[in-house]
T-cell receptor, first 113, second 111 residues
Framework: NAGVTQTPKFRVLKTGQSMTLLCAQD?????MYWYRQDPGMGLRLIHY???????AKGEVPDGYNVSRLKKQNFLLGLESAAPSQTSVYFC????????????FGQGTRLTVV | GEDVEQSLFLSVREGDSSVINCTYT??????LYWYKQEPGAGLQLLTY?????DMKQDQRLTVLLNKKDKHLSLRIADTQTGDSAIYFC???????????FGTGTKLQVIP
C-alpha cells in the first residue's frame, strides 16, 4: 500500500502565483488533514475534513482553500502565494476520532519567492 | 488554540539517556502522545500515555506524566544514532477530531 501520497514533493512559486497540492490516501480513511511545519513552531493545522464533501478550518486557514470531492483525495490550494507561505506542508489521514494515529505523507517543500 | 511547549534542541552522546520535556495546557486531555519525525519524512506515532498513568515504559522509551504541573517527558535509554530526529509531544483537541502538536525538539546524537 502506498499510504498517504503527496504531490509535488518540491515547488518554487513566485509571489502571487497559485497552485494546488494534492494528497491521496488508499486506506479508506474518513478524516484528512493539512498541516504546515515551520521551524520552532511545530505542526499547525491548516484545514481538515471529516468526510467526503466536508471541510473545516484549522488553526491557520487564511490564504488557503481546500476541497474533498473524493474520499481518497484532499486538495490544498493557494490562490495567491505569499512569502509567508514558504513552509513544509504535510497531509495526513486517519480513521474517525483517531487523529492522533494519523498516517502522514512525506511532505511538500514549498518556497515562495 | 492551546500552546504545547518544548525546548528546541537537545544534544546527547551515543549510549547516554535522552530526556525530552513538554509542557501542555489542556488539563482535560485523556491521552498525551509522542511522535518522531525522521529527516525528510512525516510524523510517526511513537508512544502515548493515558492521563490516569504516571509512567509508561516501552522498551527503551519511558514516558512520565505530571498532571499537576502539566508536564510530560520522554526518556530514551541507551540513545542511538538512529534516534536522531525531531520529537513532538501532542494532545487531542476538538473531540479527538484533531491533534495539537508541540513545537518539536530536535535530538542530535553524537557518535
Amino acid at each position: 500500500n502506498a499510504g498517504v501520497t503527496q504531490t509535488p514533493k518540491f515547488r518554487v512559486l513566485k509571489t502571487g502565483q497559485s497552485m494546488t497540492l494534492l494528497c491521496a490516501q488508499d486506506m479508506n480513511h474518513e478524516y484528512m488533514y493539512w498541516y504546515r511545519q515551520d521551524p520552532g513552531m511545530g505542526l499547525r493545522l491548516i484545514h481538515y475534513s471529516v468526510g467526503e464533501g466536508t471541510t473545516a478550518k484549522g488553526e491557520v486557514p487564511d490564504g488557503y482553500n481546500v476541497s474533498r470531492l473524493k474520499k481518497q483525495n484532499f486538495l490544498l490550494g493557494l490562490e495567491s502565494a505569499a512569502p509567508s507561505q514558504t513552509s513544509v506542508y504535510f497531509c495526513a489521514s486517519s480513521y474517525p476520532g483517531a487523529a492522533a494515529e494519523a498516517f502522514f505523507g512525506q511532505g511538500t517543500r514549498l518556497t515562495v519567492v | 488554540g492551546e500552546d504545547v511547549e518544548q525546548s528546541l534542541f537537545l544534544s546527547v552522546r551515543e549510549g547516554d539517556s535522552s530526556v525530552i520535556n513538554c509542557t501542555y495546557t489542556d488539563s482535560s486531555s485523556t491521552y498525551l502522545y509522542w511522535y518522531k519525525q525522521e529527516p525528510g519524512a512525516g510524523l510517526q506515532l511513537l508512544t502515548y500515555i493515558f492521563s490516569n498513568m504516571d509512567m509508561k515504559q516501552d522498551q527503551r522509551l519511558t514516558v512520565l506524566l505530571n498532571k499537576k504541573d502539566k508536564h510530560l517527558s520522554l526518556r530514551i535509554a541507551d540513545t542511538q544514532t538512529g534516534d536522531s530526529a525531531i520529537y513532538f509531544c501532542a494532545e487531542p483537541s476538538g473531540g479527538y477530531q484533531k491533534v495539537t502538536f508541540g513545537t518539536g525538539t530536535k535530538l542530535q546524537v553524537i557518535p
